[in-house]
């Protein structure tokens, strides 16, 4: 196939896949009005084009929590993505670690924590969810201690699932939904040989130990709502930055004091997010939110951000906000159901491609001096 954009990748995702695992990807809460503003929002940001700059040599390197990374740019944690390509997040793990990128893992893979680490050359970023039996978290803590992750990336905007109306839809819940979703399959031959036989087993390797033998769809559904803790404070996290030493970011902010908040706690990092739209539909943007949030706490931890960013200049732009870099979501979940790991390669390749030839235009010679100049205002 022939991919120029992440457009390109998303229209080929849609032909392969059957429509629920298609629409959780793609869908958002509500009526998806933060999923279209964060890409609206952040598109429609002008860039100030410069001339006349020595920018014979752009580099994109980035250090982020005592890391060198190629560019400012990381896969971010996608539940279920194994179901995208066969183990597909040790494809995207390799594809990324291959470019100099993290990779993080998210508790919901299909593909255990174990077997991504041992599959990536480079150390991958573990992501975990507020949920209701500490001893569990703990010991998912402790294996991403035990496999040398780089960062864990702790997700705090759900207190509960947001209201994704595509999933009924689609058969992914609703009445008649395993019916559905068979009917679906069978017209997909391609994924359904690649990824629904070869890809077995189809488990979700880091909750499995609690899951036991009820290991289908409906019963990782009912485990998670069953196990999302809305009663959790900052307060209740403070045991989390005991238990882990390593660089912890916290996922899912909106709001300055919050921001604050997360600085209180001892955070390294945060990211600013919306899940992508998937949750509080309304919300603002990643893109609106994220200047006021820098400017508030980007003194005292490392701020990233993610949702909405489509392309290399999208990258430039959430760093000219404020951002030190950024988490990619459903870019790299359509390439990798597209084209596998490669697909991933070349979607990583086009971005890093579209940064550095932005940055020339803009005149700019490192990602590293990028800041609010770098935007048209008029």
């Known amino acids: 196939m022939i991919a120029t954009s992440t457009e390109d990748f998303r229209r080929a995702a849609r032909k392969r896949l059957p429509r629920f695992l298609f629409d959780y990807i793609d869908g958002g809460a ?12 952040l598109a429609g940001l002008a860039l100030r084009q410069r001339v006349l700059k020595d920018v014979s040599g752009v580099d994109l390197t980035t250090a982020l929590f005592g890391q060198t990374l190629a560019a400012p740019i990381i896969l971010g944690p996608v539940g279920l993505s194994g179901m995208y390509a066969r183990r597909g997040e040790v494809q ?11 990779f993080c893992l998210s508790t919901v893979s299909v593909c255990a924590l174990d077997e991504v680490a041992a599959a990536s ?16 978290m703990r010991d998912l803590i402790a294996r991403a201690k035990a496999e040398g992750a780089g960062a864990l990336v702790f997700t705090v905007d759900m207190p509960v699932p947001g209201a994704r109306r595509r999933d009924a839809h689609s058969g992914l819940s609703g009445p008649l939904a395993a019916f559905r979703r068979y009917a679906q399959i069978c017209g997909k031959p391609d994924w359904a040989w690649d990824v629904g036989v070869r890809g077995r087993p189809h488990l979700l390797g880091n909750v499995a130990p609690v899951l036991g033998e009820a290991s289908g769809l409906e019963d990782f559904m009912g485990w998670l709502g069953a ?12 045991w989390i930055r005991e238990a882990w030493d390593g660089p912890l970011i916290i996922k899912g902010v909106l709001d300055p004091d919050d921001a604050r908040d997360a600085v209180r706690l001892g955070a390294d990092g945060l990211v600013v997010s919306n899940h992508g739209g998937r949750q509080l539909d309304g919300a603002l943007s990643t893109a609106r939110a994220l200047p006021s949030i820098a400017q508030a706490v980007g003194g005292d931890l490392t701020v990233l951000a993610d949702s909405g960013i489509r392309s290399g200049m999208d990258v430039v732009r959430m760093l000219a906000l404020g951002a030190k870099g950024v988490l990619l979501g459903r870019a790299w979940v359509y390439a990798l159901a597209a084209a596998g790991g490669p697909g991933v390669g070349r979607l990583l390749d086009m971005m890093t491609a579209e940064m550095r030839t932005t940055l020339a235009l803009a005149g700019v010679r490192a990602a590293r001096e990028v800041d609010g100049r770098v935007l048209d205002s008029r």
């Open 30 to 41: 509500g009526d998806e009005r933060t999923l279209r503003g964060n890409v609206g929002d």
């Open 92 to 102: 995207a793990a390799r594809a990324a670690a291959e470019r100099g990128l993290p």
């Open 121 to 136: 050359p480079a150390p991958i970023w573990f992501q975990l969810y507020v949920i209701r039996d500490r001893g569990f």
């Open 227 to 238: 196990n999302f803790d809305p009663s959790i404070q900052w307060r209740d996290l403070e």
